[in-house]
């Protein structure tokens, strides 16, 4: 595997149900980012973690939660979800430095809520 | 606020046409500028990074500027291949995190 991963790559799940998103990057980075992309909307960040520490939480509601158990792995957890959170969920990762760093994506997960 | 929008929000373009997508922001402490590829269903390409005013990139048929207030990505005789969304993105002051805007969709037609 190379470049950043993501599973599943589509998930369908009943507003009661409880399901994990999966991220691997294999770039050996040691930030990683959720971000939601709805239609004709900028992709929005969700979630910061800095050397598996959390350092930003974007206003997310509490029915996503993050974990980051290693600098290569990220799981977005979401139970109790509404249909508005049907969206395309991007994981990123980059390698922080002092100055501009661009992150790189993996191929997203479409998640639809019925 | 930080602000960053593009233009036009979406182009046809004759194969062989050339043609630029604008990226204007209004940030504090612009960091980097970044240009992404996304083709539909994936997730967003890099493709560039620029860091200060008068720089230039160049990758086969795109070549990226900036100035202090925007930034251009020229396509020059474009290809069926190089049909996506283009999307510009900034990161500002001290965080890590980019902003983004809302892309270009540019079709290429043969």
């Known amino acids: 595997e190379t470049g950043v991963t993501q599973t599943p790559r589509h998930l369908v799940m009943g507003m009661t149900n409880k399901k994990s998103l999966k991220c691997e990057q294999h770039l050996g980075h040691n930030a990683m980012y959720w971000y939601k992309q709805s239609a004709k909307k900028p992709l929005e960040l969700m979630f910061v973690?800095?050397?598996?520490?959390?350092?930003e939480n974007n206003s997310v509601p509490s029915r996503f939660s993050p974990e980051c158990p290693n600098s290569s792995h990220l799981f977005l957890h979401l139970h109790t979800l509404q249909p508005e959170d049907s969206a395309l969920y991007l994981c990123?990762?980059?390698?922080?430095?002092?100055?501009?760093?661009?992150?790189?994506f993996g191929p997203g997960t479409r998640l639809t809520v019925t | 606020e930080d602000q960053v929008t593009q233009s036009p929000e979406a182009l046809r373009l004759q194969e062989g046409e050339s043609s630029s997508l604008n990226c204007s922001y209004t940030v504090s402490g612009l960091r980097g500028l970044f240009w992404y590829r996304q083709d539909p269903g994936k997730g967003p390409e890099f493709l560039f990074t620029?860091?200060?005013a008068g720089e230039e990139k160049e990758k086969e048929r795109l070549k990226a500027t900036l100035t202090k207030k925007e930034s251009f990505l020229h396509i020059t005789a474009p290809k069926p291949e190089d049909s996506a969304t283009y999307l510009c993105?900034?990161?500002?002051?001290?965080?890590?995190?980019?902003?983004f805007g809302t892309g270009t969709r540019l079709t290429v037609i043969p």
């Open positions: 993105a900034v990161q500002a002051g001290g965080a890590n995190n980019l902003f």
């Open positions: 620029l860091y200060s």
């Open positions: 973690y800095n050397f598996k520490e959390q350092t």
């Open positions: 990123a990762s980059s390698q922080l430095t002092g100055g501009g760093v661009e992150q790189y």
